[in-house]
């Protein structure tokens, strides 16, 4: 069964930085697709960034030129970079992954068969 496991959630002051991971592990193969949810008190989880297995990355419009994702084949592992951050980034970000493989990094949050359990970005004074 897969497992992902995310780290590197904390607190920050607005217009810091904080760099998350989610490493996969029980599958032979490498995952396809994998995304960075957040989801806010009392709000919907919506999508942050996604990544295909070959590096083609889609943004939310809300983080677009202040977070990163990259991914690690070899370590199984995507990471968020998280620049200038601000206080309505807090939420808890969770990762999802599919081992299927799609051309487009965009996807459903259907096509992702598993989900880490999360880990909290706070971010304020």
């Known amino acids: 069964q897969v497992q992902l496991v995310e780290s590197g959630g904390g607190s920050v002051h607005p217009g810091g930085s904080l760099r998350l991971s989610c490493v996969a592990s029980g599958s032979r193969s490498s995952l396809g697709n994998m995304a960075w949810y957040r989801q806010a008190a009392e709000r919907q989880r919506e999508l942050v960034a996604a990544i295909t297995s070959g590096g083609l990355t889609d943004y939310a419009d809300s983080i677009k030129d202040r977070f990163t994702i990259s991914r690690d084949n070899a370590k199984n592992t995507i990471y968020l970079q998280m620049n200038s951050l601000k206080s309505e980034d807090t939420a808890v970000y969770f990762c999802?992954?599919?081992?299927?493989?799609?051309?487009?990094?965009?996807?459903?949050?259907?096509?992702?068969?598993?989900w880490g359990q999360g880990t909290q970005v706070t971010v304020s004074w």
């Open positions: 999802g992954g599919t081992l299927r493989r799609y051309s487009s990094a965009r996807l459903k949050n259907s096509n992702y068969d598993y």
